[in-house]
């Protein structure tokens, strides 16, 4: 089992910051790939970034540029720097892990793929 614990989310104004966290324990060296989801009121939820254990990174179109995932090499901890924040990047953010490994890209950010989530940790971005 693995138990996954977000924070670091907040009320911004556009054109701001934020960087969220995501605490990981219990057997976290089986986990292959962690990611962040994203979910606002009335959607549905779309991955943001995913990174694997050998640091190859995925980026929904939506964020590339803006967004940089990044992780510890233990994978305890996992990590997600927001700049140039659009009021349409509010939602609901948790973090996600997988045992699940292989190759391509077409996975990684597919909520199903998943099997442990965080509670979540909420973003809003004023215009």
């Known amino acids: 089992q693995v138990q996954l614990v977000e924070s670091g989310g907040g009320s911004v104004q556009a054109g701001g910051s934020l960087r969220l966290s995501c605490a990981a324990s219990?057997?976290?060296?089986?986990?292959?790939?962690m990611a962040w989801f994203r979910q606002a009121p009335g959607k549905e939820r779309e991955g943001v970034a995913s990174?694997?254990?050998?640091?190859?990174?995925t980026y929904a179109d939506s964020v590339k540029g803006r967004f940089t995932i990044s992780r510890d090499n233990a994978m305890k901890n996992l990590y997600l720097q927001m700049n140039s924040l659009k009021p349409e990047d509010t939602a609901m953010y948790y973090c996600?892990?997988?045992?699940?490994?292989?190759?391509?890209?077409?996975?990684?950010?597919?909520?199903?793929?998943?099997?442990?989530w965080g509670q979540g940790t909420q973003v809003t971005v004023s215009s």
């Open positions: 996600a892990a997988t045992p699940r490994s292989g190759g391509g890209s077409g996975w990684r950010l597919v909520s199903s793929e998943y099997s442990y």
């Open positions: 219990g057997y976290t060296s089986t986990m292959y790939c």
């Open positions: 990174i694997d254990r050998f640091g190859i990174t």
